[in-house]
C-alpha cells in the first residue's frame, strides 16, 4: 500500500515536471510532450486495471437466431418482386426493340425518332427502377437487421459486464483470437441453443 501512495506520487511529481517542461518549449515539442505525458497517464491507469479480452463469432450466432430467418425471408420475397417487375420491364423493351428492328425501314424519319426516343425512355426507366430497387433492397435489410444488431449488442454488453471483461472482439476482426469465446454465454443470455 506504501509503496502505491509512492508510486502515485511519483508519477504526479513526473508529470508535473513534464508540464512545467511544456511551459517552456516551442509548439512542435510541446505537442510531442503532451502526447508523450497522455500515454504516460492513460498507461498509469489501464496498468491499475486488468485486461479481460473475448471473442465471439457473430457468423455463428446470426446462423442460430430465427429473427435472421424471418428477416431473409422478407428480403427474399421482395427481391424477387422487384427481379420479376424489372424482368416484365426487360421483356417489354425487348419487344419493343424487335418491333422497332424489323419495321425500321417501313418507318419515316419522325416515326423512326419517335420509337427511338421511347426506347430511350424505357431503358431509362428500367434503369431508373434498378437503382431505386437496390436502394429499397438495401434499406429494408438495413430495417430489418438494425433490430437484430441491437439484441446481439445488448446480450454481449450484459455478458461483458456479468463476466468482466474489458473487450469483446468479433471472431473475423481480430488478427490474433485470444482471450476467451464467449458465444456460448451469449447464447445463454439470448435463450438460443
Given amino acids: 500500500m506504501h509503496s502505491a ?8 511529481e513526473l508529470i508535473i515536471n513534464i508540464l512545467k517542461q511544456i511551459n517552456n518549449t516551442n ?13 504516460f497517464a492513460s498507461a498509469a491507469v489501464f ?4 485486461v479481460k479480452l473475448g471473442h465471439i463469432d457473430a457468423q455463428e450466432l446470426l446462423k442460430i437466431m430465427p429473427e435472421v430467418d424471418s428477416a431473409q425471408k422478407v428480403l427474399q420475397k421482395e ?7 424489372l424482368e416484365t420491364m ?24 419517335a420509337k427511338e426516343a421511347e426506347l430511350q425512355d424505357k ?17 429494408r435489410n438495413d430495417e430489418l437487421f438494425a433490430p437484430i444488431q441491437e439484441k446481439i449488442k445488448n446480450a454481449i454488453a450484459k455478458v461483458a459486464k456479468a463476466n ?17 469465446d464467449v458465444l456460448p454465454l451469449v447464447k445463454k443470455e439470448m435463450g438460443l441453443k
Avoid: C, H, W
Avoid at 47 to 50: E, S, V, W
Avoid at 125 to 132: A, G
Fill in 123 to 139: 431503358d431509362s426507366r428500367i434503369r431508373q427502377f434498378s437503382e431505386s430497387a437496390a436502394k429499397r433492397l438495401q434499406e
Fill in 47 to 50: 496498468a491499475q486495471k486488468p
Fill in 164 to 180: 468482466g471483461y474489458t473487450y469483446i472482439f468479433t471472431s473475423g476482426a481480430a488478427l490474433y483470437e485470444g482471450g476467451d
Fill in 90 to 113: 426487360q421483356a417489354e423493351l425487348q419487344t419493343l426493340y424487335t418491333e422497332y428492328q424489323n419495321k425500321r425501314d417501313q418507318m419515316s424519319d419522325l416515326i423512326k425518332k
Fill in 27 to 39: 509548439t512542435m515539442k510541446k505537442t510531442i510532450l503532451l502526447l508523450a505525458v497522455a500515454l
Fill in 5 to 12: 501512495i509512492l508510486n502515485k506520487e511519483f508519477r504526479k
Fill in 79 to 85: 427481391q424477387k418482386e422487384a427481379e420479376s417487375m
